[in-house]
Nanobody, 119 residues
């Protein structure tokens, strides 16, 4: 019904930057909140940043001041600008979207994109 496709991950040195993108497509009536989560090896998936349909944002304490989430509603796309990357930011990053379709409202997840920060 809805597909989320992430891009922009990769390998970067500590202190560097990356920009993740996540485009939603399918039978979308409305996208509510969108967000980015991450999961490092051996750890639980955690919220990194989220943005509502009204552009209110919230961030994990560990990324405040370094990461910025934004969205382009015309493109059904959410972005995560990551600056000042640290080795502890290394994880698989997943896009999440709360979407209403003709079949109802539910959460959707992307396939994940690897971010690796070398020291």
């Amino acid at each position: 019904q809805v597909q989320l496709v992430e891009s922009g991950g990769g390998l970067v040195q500590a202190g560097g930057s990356l920009r993740l993108s996540c485009a939603a497509s399918g039978s979308i009536l409305k996208i509510h909140a969108m967000g980015w989560y991450r999961q490092a090896p051996g750890k639980q998936r955690e919220l990194v940043a989220a943005i509502t349909s009204g552009d209110s944002t919230n961030y994990a304490d560990s990324v405040k001041g370094r990461f910025t989430i934004s969205r382009d509603n015309a493109k059904n796309t959410v972005y995560l600008q990551m600056n000042g990357l640290k080795p502890e930011d290394t994880a698989v990053y997943y896009c999440n979207a709360d979407v209403t379709t003709y079949f109802g409202r539910r959460d959707y997840w992307g396939q994940g994109t690897q971010v690796t920060v070398s020291s």
